[in-house]
């Protein structure tokens, strides 16, 4: 049984797709929740309500990713109105879609301070408020194992940083029994990727169950690996893909 009673936790970009289940979920299994969107206001409050619904606490922060400086204030936020932190949820991330030869070089740096550099910052400023049983889980891609199409090298790159970071991430906090490990989407039905958009079918074609997941079936491995349930599960990599890369 998951029990998240009296956690706090702090997911970036709750405010659609992936992140926002991920916040719901975490609130439906009993953690109050903040969470950090960049434009979609309205889509925030909605988010917000639905946690409420729950009974449960909620806090929306506009923030930019690439912004060090709203990074640091999202955390203190969060942190006074939640009264603390046990949960980060690193999920904020941007796609880019090119070949290497035509990217340009300002928005190789975007996807890489958003999708590289968030999550890093994130952590370091969420790490002096976690005790013992804290857990940090990454959103990571499949694209990180295996890059099946021309033109999404350098999104996959961004995502591969995220396994190093976990694995040596999971080694500074063990000590202090932090939690810190990675999960590999695959095709997820949000508006970054939807079951309807043009490159659908060959991804479908791709995993072994032959659909897309819905957000909430990624959400659902991220409140297993933030609850007491997952406590010796740490620098692990789990796939929540349909077996794209079995
Ligand atoms: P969406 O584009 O649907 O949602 C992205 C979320 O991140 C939104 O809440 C958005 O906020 C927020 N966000 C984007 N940029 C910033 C920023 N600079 N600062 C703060 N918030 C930001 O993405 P998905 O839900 O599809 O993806 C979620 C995660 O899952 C990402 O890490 C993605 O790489 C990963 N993933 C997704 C897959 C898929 O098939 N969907 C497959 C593999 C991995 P706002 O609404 O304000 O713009």
Partial sequence: MIDLNGKRAL??????????????????NGADVAFTYQNSISKAESVATSIKGTGRRAIAIKADSADPNAIARSVTEAVSALGGLDILVNNAAIGLNGMIADIHVDEYQALMDINVRGPVLFAKAVIPHLAAGGRIISIGSGLAERVPFPGVTAYAMSKSALLSFTRGLSRELGPRGITVNLVLPGSTDT???????????????????????????VASAVVYLASPAASVITGAILAVDGGAIA
């Fill in 191 to 217: 508006e970054a990727n939807p079951a309807n958009g043009p490159a659908a079918d060959i991804q479908r074609s791709m995993s072994s169950l032959g659909r897309f997941a819905e957000p909430h079936e």
């Fill in 11 to 28: 997911v970036t970009g709750g405010s659609r797709g992936i992140g926002a289940a991920i916040a719901l979920a975490l609130a439906e």
